[in-house]
C-alpha cells in the first residue's frame, strides 16, 4: 500500500494491512500481512492523526493469532504506527500476534508514536489488553521538532492499557530522538 497527499490536510487517516479500523467486539483473527505500507504527505498539520498498523490501523476490536511480515514507513503529521495495530483502545484486545517488518517514522509536524505491536494506546473506560505478542524488527521514530517515542513492543501507553507476557526479541533494535524503551 503506497499513499501520497500532497495537496489536501485531513482530519484523520488510518491505512492497514488488513483493515482500517477494527471497531469494539469485532475479531480480526488468523491474518497475516505481507504488503509494504508506505504513507508520505507535505500537507499535515499539528493534531491530524495518522494511523499505520501492519494489521489493522485503529483498533478497538480484537486481534488475535495475526503477523505482519512487512515494512512499514511514514513521513508526514502527528503519526501512530504499530506492526499490528497503529492505535490500541479501550476494550481492545491484541493476542499471539508477531511483528517482523521494520517500522520507520518521521513526522515533521507533531510528534510520532511507534512500536513493534502497538504505536499508542488509550482509554478513559475499559482497558487495552496486549499479550503474548512479540517483535523482532528495527523501531525508528523521528520528529525534529517535537518528541518521537519508540518501543519494542508499544511506543506510547496513557490510561487502562496492560502489557502482558510480551517479547521484544534481543536482535530487535529501538531507537527514538525523545524516548524509547525494549518494550
Known sequence: ITSNNTDKPFTMLAIGGICGRNISSKIIRNCQNYGEINYST??????????????????????????????????????????????????????????????QVTSNADSCFV???????????????????????????????????SGGIIGYMKSFVIVENSINKIHA???ANTFSGGI
Open 42 to 103: 507535505n500537507e499535515m498539520s499539528k493534531g491530524s492523526p495518522l494511523y499505520l498498523g501492519g494489521i489493522t490501523a485503529f483498533n478497538q476490536g480484537n486481534t488475535i493469532d495475526c503477523d505482519n511480515n512487512n515494512h512499514i514507513s511514514a513521513s508526514g503529521g502527528r503519526t501512530q504506527a504499530g506492526g499490528i495495530a497503529g492505535f490500541c483502545g479501550g476494550g481492545a484486545i491484541i493476542e499471539n500476534c508477531t511483528n517482523s517488518g521494520n517500522i
Open 173 to 175: 533494535s529501538v531507537s
Open 115 to 149: 512500536g513493534g505491536i502497538v504505536g499508542s494506546a488509550n482509554s478513559t473506560t475499559s482497558n487495552c489488553i496486549i499479550k503474548l505478542s512479540n517483535n523482532s524488527a528495527a523501531i525508528t521514530a523521528t520528529s525534529p521538532t517535537f518528541a518521537g517515542f
